[in-house]
């Protein structure tokens, strides 16, 4: 028996996709943060990143399944939950006691599968026509230059902004949730959870920061 074939084994995959989504997070995050402080830093990170092998055929095709799997596997397990509550109605009394971001987070998670078009658009789509398409030479220093070119437009910066609003509510309920689902449930768990609101609230704010930091600098 497969981990997606019950809904438990849903449950579980969709958590173990978004740990290593969060794990993605982070990463990504610290390289970002440093073309607050460097250029050249950023520059370096970021050439190292875009031109290693192992980044670019191995881990960059896990983590796009990743996240097609883990917003196919949001929908499917929506669409039961629906299932179920509609066959249910008449003992169903509702997420009574279940936060507005609980109840939502098929539409957080929407918002956040936008934001990653408009993400993936803006920077991969360029990176991939610049090395494959046209084909052009090696330039350590661009990326610098390209990444603060993003944050010139008032309209994207928004669209970031609130993005980033909504990654923080997905993350809110989804990260704690996760071990949940998993069966984690310890002396730990208070731990784990406190650990998740603040990575919920401290990551997306940092991302915001980045955006204004280059959208006002460049003012």
């Known amino acids: 028996m497969s981990l ?3 809904t438990i084994g849903r449950k579980v995959a969709m958590a173990l996709s978004g740990l290593f989504l969060v794990l993605f997070l982070t990463q990504h995050f610290t390289i970002n943060i440093i073309s607050v402080f460097s250029e050249a830093a950023f520059n370096e990170v970021s050439h190292f990143m875009g031109n290693n092998p192992l980044v670019q055929f191995v881990l960059q095709p896990v983590l796009i399944f990743g996240v097609i799997f883990h917003f196919i596997m949001g929908f499917v397990l929506e669409i039961q939950n629906r299932k179920a509550r509609i066959a249910n109605y008449a003992q169903y009394k509702g997420n009574a006691s279940a936060s507005w971001v609980s109840r939502n987070m098929i539409w957080s998670g929407a918002v956040v599968l936008s934001f990653l078009g408009l993400h993936f658009y803006d920077f991969w ?3 991939i026509n610049y090395k494959y398409v046209e084909i052009l030479p090696l330039n350590p220093d661009r990326y610098y230059e390209e990444l603060v070119h993003k ?3 008032h309209l994207r910066v928004i669209l970031y902004v ?6 923080a ?3 809110h309920h989804g990260f704690a ?3 949940q689902s ?3 449930n310890n002396k730990y768990s208070p731990g784990i959870k406190k650990f998740a609101v603040w990575f919920a609230i401290l990551i997306p704010v940092g991302f915001i920061f980045i955006a204004l930091f280059h959208h006002i600098k460049a003012l």
């Open 182 to 184: 998993m069966g984690v």
């Open 4 to 6: 997606t074939s019950s």
């Open 125 to 127: 789509v360029p990176e």
């Open 151 to 153: 944050f010139h437009d």
């Open 177 to 179: 949730s996760a071990f």
């Open 169 to 171: 509510l997905h993350l």
């Open 162 to 167: 609130v993005s980033f609003v909504f990654l």
